[in-house]
């Protein structure tokens, strides 16, 4: 049987490649719908295997940061050389959009599949929708004109681009403050801090920044979340959706709550890569201040954050919450 893998537009062949991703991920092994669709294949390249009659057997996902997923190939075409046409069609795509590396988030049970593309694994195991898991990276070629000749062009560097602008932001009220934080919250590009005393449901209980902080938490193979809480009782009792995202995502959203006799204040903030920041100084009034490049303010709110952490730990109360 042959079988063709093209590139494909998702929103042309969306129920097809969902048919497959159904099959494998949802029925097959049983990881959360609300996980499997992400919102971000909308921005994602998508490859498709289709067999001689045109029915979708497999497919794959590159995302603009190079991380490529949701590989599968349905059981009957499993061990036939599928995947790896699907993993090389994501990968020469990557190499030919001038990408230096590509990484994914492999399944333990297929590092070995990866590894023989030439993938290497970085770091510790952990879990995604309860499924072991790997980051793996690939370096990639830097594609050069002249190779076919045998000379190189040797081009000057490109010029080194503005160095960020500090602007303060204000916000007042409980939707300014949130529409706020939403739209700095696609600043962070490593780590990504919290610090609120009940975890506002507010600000983080609401559908739209919760999906903005679990598309961060996938974008990379280093990303790392970090929320720190006072107390959890209206948490417990209210339930609330960026808790539920934490426990899908153990490995990469982590939440603590601080030692009782430390206390966390009465500011509540967001903080990013030691240069951004959104900081309420009280947290029972909705002002706020903000500004996406300030390593100064950056720096002192991430350490400020750390020593709280250094004395935290996780909330029994937490585990017993029903969403």
């Not at 490859?47 to 059981?75: K, S």
């Not at 492999?106 to 030439?118: D, M, N, S």
């Not at 004109?145 to 960020?164: D, Y």
Request: charge should be negative; proline fraction near 7%; aromatic fraction near 6%.
């Amino acid at each position: 049987m042959r079988v063709h893998v093209v590139k494909v537009p998702w929103r042309s062949h969306r129920e097809a490649l969902q048919k497959v991703r159904e099959q494998v991920f949802i029925i097959e092994q049983q990881v959360p719908r609300e996980l499997e669709w992400d919102g971000l294949d909308e921005d994602a390249e998508h490859f498709i295997a289709l067999n001689e009659a045109g029915q979708p057997v497999g497919c794959a996902r590159l995302l603009p940061t190079g991380q490529i997923g949701r590989m599968a190939v349905l059981p009957p075409l499993r061990g036939t050389g599928l995947g790896a046409r699907l993993l090389q069609a994501a990968i020469d795509h990557a190499r030919e959009a001038g990408m230096r590396q590509v990484f994914l988030h492999a399944q333990r049970q297929a590092e070995a599949f990866y590894r023989k593309a030439g993938f290497l694994a970085e770091g510790d195991e952990y879990l995604e929708a309860g499924i072991p898991h790997i980051s793996m990276t690939l370096a990639l070629p830097i594609p050069f004109e002249g190779a076919g000749s045998g000379r190189v062009e040797v081009r000057p560097a490109p010029p080194a681009p503005p160095p960020p602008q500090s602007e303060l932001l204000r916000f007042a009220g409980e939707l300014d403050c949130r529409r706020g934080l939403l739209g700095l919250l696609g600043e962070p590009r490593r780590r990504l801090l919290v610090l609120s005393q009940q975890l506002d449901h507010v600000l983080f209980d609401d559908e739209a920044v919760v999906e903005a902080i679990s598309a961060f938490a996938r974008s990379g193979a280093a990303t790392q979340v970090r929320l720190l809480i006072a107390d959890s009782s209206l948490i417990v009792s209210r339930g609330h959706r960026l808790v539920e995202l934490a426990r899908r995502l153990d490995s990469r959203i982590e939440i603590r709550k601080v030692a009782d006799e430390v206390g966390p204040g009465d500011a509540s903030f967001v903080s990013w890569d030691q240069q951004g920041y959104f900081l309420m100084p009280d947290f029972r009034q909705y002002l706020a201040s903000a500004d996406r490049y300030d390593p100064v303010q950056g720096r002192r709110l991430t350490e400020q954050f750390s020593q709280l952490w250094e004395r935290s730990s996780t909330d029994p109360e937490l585990r017993v919450l029903r969403i």
